[in-house]
Antibody
Framework: QVQLVESGGGVVQPGTSLRLSCVAS????????IHWVRQAPGKGPEWVAGISPDTTKKYYGDSVRGRFTISRDNSANVVHLQMNTLRADDTAVYYC????????????????WGRGTRVTVSS | IVLTQSPHTLSVSPGQPAAISCKSSQSLLHRDKKTYLYWYLQRPGQPPQLLIYEASNRISGVPDRFSGSGSGTDFTLRISRVEAEDVGIYYCMQSVQVPPITFGQGTRLEIK
């Protein structure tokens, strides 16, 4: 069955960097776009970034564009989110999600989600 | 694109129907003829679960008491007979123009 396991979260100071990873299994990884979605405490989900199956197209939300970078390694079934210049309002649980249910070149909808990794940005 | 859901909170007795509205600031019909509107349920302590894709298609394994309808800018999620396990927050989401993908503000479903 589809599994997505996020890691790399933690408590960091404003202005610093963090790299999140998501290891996927149970599906043809290189066929699906992947999303990162975050959820701040008590708030709704916020889409952060998406990457096409072949790694060539990357998409970002307005609040993270220029600070975050999404990447993937199809040989290792892993997606990364490099987060730079972190701010207090980046504090959230970060979820990795497989696009679904169709195979799309442009990320369309987070289908299967991981359990998330918590990022806290605080001085 | 802004998605506006109503009501904010819904309190329903078991076995009764429920309906949630999602209105978009722009049409969600893409030139490829697909409508990029999705519905999610987030149960307490869990990530969101995709229920409905492209406005009206139920995800495999989702009970058939859930249905989605609508077109253009107006959409509705209906639950024909609410059960206790349906409690949580329901979100609509659009991806007709990527980026960004945006979510509605959510509708909380409670059981009376």
């Amino acid at each position: 069955q589809v599994q997505l396991v996020e890691s790399g979260g933690g408590v960091v100071q404003p202005g610093t960097s963090l790299r999140l990873s998501c290891v996927a299994s149970g599906f043809s990884f290189s066929s699906y776009a992947i999303h990162w979605v975050r959820q701040a405490p008590g708030k709704g989900p916020e889409w952060v970034a998406g990457i096409s199956p072949d790694t060539t197209k990357k998409y970002y939300g307005d609040s993270v564009r220029g600070r975050f970078t999404i990447s993937r390694d199809n040989s290792a079934n892993v997606v990364h989110l490099q987060m730079n210049t972190l701010r207090a309002d980046d504090t959230a649980v970060y979820y990795c999600a497989k696009d679904g249910p169709r195979i799309e070149v442009v990320p369309a909808a987070p289908g299967d989600w991981g359990r998330g990794t918590r990022v806290t940005v605080s001085s | 694109i802004v998605l506006t859901q109503s009501p904010h909170t819904l309190s329903v007795s078991p076995g009764q129907p429920a309906a949630i509205s999602c209105k978009s600031s722009q049409s969600l019909l893409h030139r490829d003829k697909k409508t990029y509107l999705y519905w999610y349920l987030q149960r307490p302590g869990q990530p969101p679960q995709l229920l409905i894709y492209e406005a009206s298609n139920r995800i495999s394994g989702v009970p058939d008491r859930f249905s989605g309808s609508g077109s253009g800018t107006d959409f509705t999620l209906r639950i024909s007979r609410v059960e206790a396990e349906d409690v949580g927050i329901y979100y609509c989401m659009q991806s007709v123009q990527v980026p960004p993908i945006t979510f509605g503000q959510g509708t909380r479903l409670e059981i009376k």
